[in-house]
Every structure is written in structure tokens, then in C-alpha cells.
């Protein structure tokens, strides 16, 4: 056995590596630097801290999120390993005593925040240690074109210059090729070997579905498929941010709002809650979630359209880092496509910036539209090729497509003739009234009735009318008016269509997958009979975590229990054999558990 495999198997409980881990170990425990590209949940913390556990002295790990690291350190003492972080929360004396343990050789991890680098006695301090290796986590901050750029990065050169000689390893989880190019220029990483894996998570579930009450729709995905579980539910705005935490909480379900409106210590507060308790869910703006590495995420909502590709994964991403089955479930209608056109119509800055924003929206549009598989459009969004998933609403249950091009054209030259005719234009609920003939004061008012389109729509329901509409935006055949009002107007392709030279192409409104279906794709669902003895095991492990002041998931992972609970241990050496349970952990929680087990 090889020393690296001995400590992921007593220190962590784990039995195998995953993925590219071993290689990547092996060759930063040779000696050698390592460029690491890895999706979120992928397994990125072993691949240094397995090195520095088995290489003599101390890893030092520089890391951006300072208010994570206690909870890190608190995660490797919880497995026995000697862990500590030095940063700018600290007083004067907890910085003393760390330093002073590292200096004696007492710590197997030190984590640095960035900045600590440029106060120059760092160095001093770090050279009358030994230095296993230099890990640097978040290694995209170092990259100025990328969307989290920290200048303090760029001063992890003189790590290299001081110690060319310790073994440096770089991780991150996003990265374009730009990024990855930048990482390897600014930290001088040109013989760095580079691992890169697959972006794809395979256990979330994509599913989007169409708006039509979100309150009721997210209530029922959480009652339905997700019960007691912790979830983060993103909406565009604070104040539909703070309505929708009020109805959850109405409902009985305990939910947390979270956005940069709100007091920080509410803030903090409520982000230790959904860290520290099982099952809180966070109801947040994308203010929140960057840095959050709580592994038992089990479903991320977005009760909003996401303005980018780009975001949408990030934020899903935040899902089910433990590998256990997870939804990532999106709802969205017209009113979205309507009030983000509008917002990047009004927005500052240049033409180019507007256009750039209007790709990302077109991109979003077109995952959301698509018959295909989600996942096969969001890789290869990511440059990656891939075949259909089987775990996404399009894999589970096709939609199917349909020819809509005479919907399209009643529609649009409904849209042709009130802006040519009369110099009129309104927003979809009218142009919908027109074409199902719904009398309202408005179509009375303006003799709409006299329009020849006039109920020419009537084959088709207010809500399919909508999904064209969507459509047609989602599509470019139709716009949203610059005017702030959110009118329609038809755009330079309109004229194919009414011309009857483009056909289009539409996707049905699908009800959701069916729960067979649903329950066909989760991997590794907990069986029926394991259900009860879990669910004591999740107790027993709120009130360990509590009464320790650490956040559940230290104590075990989701996965740990569940492996309890389907195998039923009745001996510490059959606990012992469980993925996740070490040896430090088996001989704190050991007997407690097989109590809990035994009933
Ligand atoms: P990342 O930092 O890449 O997002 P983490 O390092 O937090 O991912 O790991 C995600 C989860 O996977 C953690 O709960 C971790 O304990 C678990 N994990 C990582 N490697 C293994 C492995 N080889 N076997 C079992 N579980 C693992
Ligand atoms: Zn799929």
C-alpha cells in the first residue's frame, strides 16, 4: 500500500481515489508542481492535504475565504489531522500560538489568507518552518480577465522565488482556457503538470420548467422531493428574496432570506445557520454562495432566469458536492425574457457592453428552450462533448416539438398591423386578448375588435399563447421595445416567418417528469427500510454537532450515514469499513454510533 493511499484510508475513511486524485498526489508528493482543474465537488481539499500529510513539514495553503477557514481547520482536526490558519480575524495572541506550533513543526496544514503575504514577516515566519508544499486554492483569483480577480494573488510569485524547491499545487474550479493560461503565467506554472477533469456533475439533475405560480411550484418540489433537506432557492431581487423566504416560513418549512440589503451580522448569522443546522434553506440573491463549500446541498432553485450560462452553472454547482443525487430546478416564464430585455436595453455602459449581456441572455434562452439534453448544451457551452445524460427533464421526459409557425404568424402580424396600422404597440397579455378575442376595456377603447387577427387565436389556451410568445422572443423573432414598457415589436427575421420561408420550430409545454421517472434517475436513493435508522442517524449527528460548535457535515457527510444506514454495523471494525470513517472518528463516535444503530 502506498503511504498515500494508507492515509485516505485511516485519516479519511475513504477506500479509493477519485478521479485524477492519485495522480495528482503522487506527483506533488514527488516533488513536483501540479495544475488542477476540477469541477466544484469534484475532490480538490485531498489533493493537497493527502500530500501534506505524508510529505515531511507543513502544507501551507493560501486560500481567499476567510471566513471558511475555521470551518476547514475544524474539518481536518475532526479527523485527527493538525491543522491551524493564520488571517486577519485573529488577535495578536492566536496568531502568536499558531505561529508558534508551526515553527515547533506541530502542524500538518497551515492555511494564509492571501494578504497575510505582503506583511514581510509572513515570510520570516514561514522560513523557520519546513514547508511540505504550496497549495493555492482559488487559483482563478490570479487571473485579472476572470470574474473574481484578488490582487493579493498576484503576489504568490515570491512563493516560488523564495522556495523554488517546494512543490506547489494549484486548483480551481472555473476556468476558461484564457483563465488557465493566465494561472500558469502569473504563478510561473509552465512545468506544472495539468489535470484537467470533466466539468460535468453527474449527479445533479437539470430540470427547467415553465413559470406559472412559482411559490406553489417550489413548494411542491421541496415537499414532494425534498423534504428536511438543505437547498438554496436564488431569486433576482431582495424583495422577492424576502417574500418568498416569508411564505416558505408560512408554510412551515425553515427558510433564511439572504441579500447585500440586509444587516451584515443578519447576514452572517443566517449563513452560519444553513452551515451549521441540517436542512435550513437559503433564500438568497447571487450575493450569496461564493466560497460556500457545505457538501450536502441537496437542490439549488432559481425562481429567476439566470442572466448567464455562465452563472447558472456556477450557482448549480453548489448542489450535491458530495456526489449524492441533486436537483438543480429552474422555473421560468415570460415576464423574465420581457424584464431582462429591459434591463439590458437601460443598462450603462457601451453598445458592446449591451451586446455582450444580450449573448448571454440569448445563450440562457436557448438552454432553456431546448429539446435536447441540458447537460449535453451546458458542456458544450463549456467546449466539452458529450452524449444525452438521462438525468436531466429533456433525458427523463422528451418534450416534444411541434411546428409553430402559423401560431407565429397569427401572432406576429397581430404585432405587423397594430405597429403599421396604427402606430400602436402593447405588451403580450393585450397582442394574447387580441387573438382569443377577450373583450377587455382596453380592446374596446382602442376598436381592437375591428383588427382582422381578431380571435384568430382561439385554438390555443392563454398559457400556450405565452410559450410562444417566449418562444418567439427566445428565438429573435420577435423583441421587447426599448421603450421601457415592455411592448413587442418584431424584428429583422420577423419577415421569414410571415413570409412563410423560415418555419418554427417550438417546444411542447411537458408536465413534469413523472415521479417514476424521477425516482428511476436519482442514483442511489436510500431504500424504504433504511429510511428511519438514517433519519435517527441525522439527529444523533445535529445534536454531536451542536454541542461541539461545528457545522454537521464535520461530524460525518450525508454519504457516511447512509452507508450506516443501509449496512447496519454491529461491530467497530464493520463501522470502521465505512466509506468516510476513520480511524480518529471511529475511536470518538465508534461506540455512540453502533448505540444509535442498535436502537
Ligand atoms: P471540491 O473542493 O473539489 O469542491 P471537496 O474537496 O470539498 O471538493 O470534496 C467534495 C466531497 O467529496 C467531500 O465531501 C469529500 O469528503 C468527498 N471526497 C473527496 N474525495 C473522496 C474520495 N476519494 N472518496 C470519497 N469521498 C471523497
Ligand atoms: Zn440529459
Redesign the pocket.
Known sequence: MTPALAV?EKT?G?????GD?EEIIQQVIAGGDALVL??????????YQVPALVREGTGVVISPLIALMQDQVDALSAVGARAAFLNSTQSADERARVEAAYVAGELDLLYLAPERLRVPSTAELLSRGTIALFAIDEAHCVSQWGHDFRPDYLQLSVLHERWPSVPRIA?T?TATDRTRQEIVERLDLGSARQFVSSFDRPNIQYRIESKNSPGQQLLQLIRSEHAGDAGIVYCLSRASVEKTAEFLVEQGIVALPYHAGLDARVRAANQKRFLREDGVIMVATIAFGMGI?K?DVRFVAHLDLPKSVEGYYQETGRAG???LPATAWLVYGLQDVVQQRRMIDQSEGTETHRRNLSAHLNAMLALCETVECRRVQLLAYFGEESTACGNCDTCLSPPESWDGTVPAQKLLSTVVRLQRERNQRFGAGHIIDILMAKTTPRTTQHGHDAISTWGIGQDLTEQEWRGVVRQLLAQSLLAVNSDGFGTLVITDASASVLDNSRRVKMRREVARPSKAARKAAAIGTLPAEAMPLFERLREWRAAVAKQQAVPA?IVF?D?TLRGIAISKPTTLAELGGI??VGEKKLENWGEALLAVVAG
Open positions: 485516505l479519511f475513504y477506500s479509493s481515489f477519485r486524485q476540477m469541477p466544484t465537488g469534484g475532490g480538490k481539499s485531498l489533493c486548483l474550479a463549500d457538501p458536492r458530495d456526489g457535515y457527510g454519504a466509506s468516510g
